[in-house]
């Protein structure tokens, strides 16, 4: 596993973020627990849980990332969007903590500190949830949706794509 606070760089980092407590915005976290018996070296698989600090550094800490969330687009649940991550990046409200930095708030001021080709290397994929109250189970379409990002990534994970 590296340490990308001392500037080892790994082949692909995959980060899960969401809250597991809040049934499909724990989505990405899922997508990293399933990739976790096809892990290839050096590929890093990343619970971020709800720490976007800790995105922006895995971010600056690989060759190449993926990034998994939900999100409430009013889509359909368990549609799926992948997209660039300077796309989704977004900058965070004045007054803002660095506890309640999201990771799209990361990715933005990540690119604003070290430069616009901060996330050059990162893509962003995001399951529409269909609930987000308090539980700890995906809901149907949003596991469906889990397996076929699992799918989609397994070969980046083992080495071959």
């Not at 990361?106 to 269909?130: K, N």
């Not at 987000?132 to 949706?145: H, K, M, Q, Y």
Request: charged content about 25%.
């Amino acid at each position: 596993m590296s340490d990308s606070g001392q500037g080892t760089r790994v082949r692909l980092a995959v980060i899960g973020c969401g809250n597991p407590a809040r049934r499909d915005d724990g989505v990405g976290i899922e997508v990293v627990r399933q990739l976790r018996r096809c892990t290839a070296e050096g590929v890093d698989l990343i619970d971020a849980g709800t720490s976007g600090m800790d995105v922006m550094f895995r971010v600056r800490g690989a060759e190449r990332v993926v990034i998994v969330d939900a999100c409430r687009s009013g889509s359909s649940a368990g549609a799926i969007f992948r997209l660039p991550a300077k796309e989704a990046m977004t900058p965070a409200e004045h007054g803002f903590s660095l506890h309640g930095l999201r990771w799209d708030h990361a990715l933005y001021a990540g690119s604003r500190m070290f430069g616009e080709s901060f996330a050059d290397h990162a893509e962003v994929i995001l399951i529409e949830a269909g609930d987000i109250g308090f539980g700890l189970e995906l809901t149907d379409p949003v596991r469906a949706a889990a397996v076929r990002v699992v799918s989609m990534l397994e070969p980046l994970v083992r080495g071959d794509g």
